[in-house]
């Protein structure tokens, strides 16, 4: 299975700090995606990048894919308290579906 | 916008119940997925399709069925409940054939069994 790894697990940090997430995964992919949940509800689509794109870009969310080291992050600028929630990364396969981590926890204070 | 609508938010169910938990999008989506999420372990692949009347089992479908009979609906259904199948259950849809689109998901079902 192509299962991301998301680090670390929970993320602490003030209103305004800028907060990375990261994604380790075993296996060649032809996309990785992130997606965030709030508490208790469902998950919802924030970016996505292919295996052939290194670094993209949405508002203050910045993502980069680096296929060799089989790892991405996820960075959020400028944190706000709205920004708490769980993110996740789900990995796809050529030939399999997509498998999600079990997704870091942010939590920002404000 | 994409929607997904799961049917019940909460349940309460006794051991040895049959449980139907309903799911409907309304983008036409040809895929649809069941997952389940419980802390720690991220969402676990139960079960998915591609197509109306067609299944497959993901990575825990033991305990679990499905029933896709039209395109917009996708149901799961526990056979026979257990405490161990108290969870949050997401429904899922994705458009086209091609693996790895974007998904698409319902507020979730939280699920006790008592």
């Known amino acids: 299975s192509q299962q991301g790894e998301e680090d670390p697990q929970a993320l602490s940090i003030q209103e305004g700090e800028n907060a990375t997430m990261n994604c380790s995964y075993k296996t060649s992919i032809n996309n990785l995606q992130w997606y965030r949940q709030n508490s208790g509800r469902g998950l919802v689509h924030l970016i996505l990048?292919?295996?052939?794109?290194r670094e993209k870009h949405s508002g203050r969310l910045r993502v980069t894919l680096d296929t060799s080291k089989k790892s991405s992050s996820l960075l959020i600028t400028a944190s706000r308290a709205a920004d708490t929630a769980s993110y996740f990364c789900?990995?796809?396969?050529?030939?399999?579906?997509?498998?999600f981590g079990a997704g870091t926890r942010l939590t920002v204070k404000p | 916008d994409v929607k997904v609508t799961q049917s019940s938010r909460y349940l309460v169910k006794r051991t040895g119940e049959k449980v139907f938990l309903e799911c409907v999008q309304d983008m036409d989506h040809e895929n649809m997925f069941w997952y389940r999420q419980d802390p720690g372990l991220g969402l676990r692949l139960i079960y998915f399709?591609?197509?109306?009347?067609?299944?497959e089992k993901g990575d825990i479908p033991e305990g679990y069925s499905v029933s896709r009979e039209k395109k917009e609906r996708f149901s799961l259904i526990l056979e026979s409940a257990s405490t161990n199948q108290t969870s949050m259950y997401l429904c899922a849809s994705s458009l086209g054939e091609v693996r790895g689109n974007t998904i698409y998901f319902g507020e979730g079902s939280w699920l006790t069994v008592v």
């Open positions: 990048i292919r295996s052939n794109e």
């Open positions: 789900a990995t796809s396969a050529w030939s399999e579906d997509m498998r």
């Open positions: 399709s591609y197509d109306v009347k067609m299944k």
